[in-house]
């Protein structure tokens, strides 16, 4: 059973791009989470997701950044006119349904705006 | 809000010494605990949890008890390895009802030097 997949694992932009990262799940899996690991810093929640729905968004930027998990095919962070300051490990974690079950965490992509 | 605050890094051991890497945290009702390792290049792995107060929980010889009454969840290991070289995050799930994101700490780093 495969884990967490995230691609690309390392993603270079320069300021004024646009940064796609994608998330697969653990198979049946419909929950997805993604975070945001600042250089020496902690994990940050930024939004969990299930099927087409966003769950709860409260710790995404309010300008450039955008998730969904559609009906079919990965979840997407995409991340408008990139800035500097944008530069971090972007972890995805999947879990089953239902409260209360682990979240499993892919390897990361790791960003890096010039 | 909840928060989560770990002894700051990095620390460095010889093989066999004891560790300890303090956390405590803050937070409303009764939280989920977890710690979680990252070695390098990886994403986090759940090495142990706890849900309710007193509950000990245990993995691969480490060793964490939920403390309600100085809310704290200190790791511990008797005799560590070069291999448990990683950084370690300590973490909590809310109680309250709906999305289970985690907070996590800042992370401390490990080197065990043989």
């Known amino acids: 059973n495969a884990g967490v997949m995230q691609n690309p694992r390392h993603l270079v932009r320069r300021r004024g791009q646009e940064a796609r990262l994608r998330c697969s799940p653990m198979?049946?899996?419909?929950?997805v989470y993604w975070y945001r690991q600042l250089p020496e810093e902690g994990l940050k929640f930024m939004v969990y997701l299930q099927k087409e729905n966003i769950i709860d968004e409260s710790g995404m930027p309010k300008e450039r950044f955008s998730a969904e998990f559609p009906k079919e095919g990965p979840s997407i962070l995409r991340i408008q006119q990139v800035v500097r300051g944008d530069s971090a490990a972007y972890f995805c974690?999947?879990?089953?349904?239902?409260?209360?079950?682990?979240?499993?965490f892919g390897p990361g992509t790791r960003l890096t705006v010039l | 809000g909840d928060s989560v605050t770990q002894m700051e890094g990095p620390v460095t051991l010889s093989e066999e010494a004891f560790l300890t890497i303090n956390c405590t945290y803050t937070a409303t009702g009764y939280p989920s605990l977890f710690w979680y390792v990252q070695y390098p290049g990886e994403g986090l792995q759940l090495l142990l949890k706890a849900t309710k107060a007193d509950d000990k929980g245990s993995n691969k010889g480490f060793e964490a008890t939920y403390r309600k009454e100085t809310t704290s969840f200190h790791l511990e290991k008797g005799s560590v390895q070069v291999s448990d070289s990683a950084v370690y995050f300590c973490a909590l799930s809310p109680s309250s009802g709906g999305a289970q994101k985690l907070v996590f700490g800042q992370g401390t780093r490990l080197t065990i030097n043989p």
């Open positions: 974690a999947s879990s089953l349904a239902g409260p209360n079950n682990e979240q499993f």
């Open positions: 198979k049946g899996h419909s929950h």
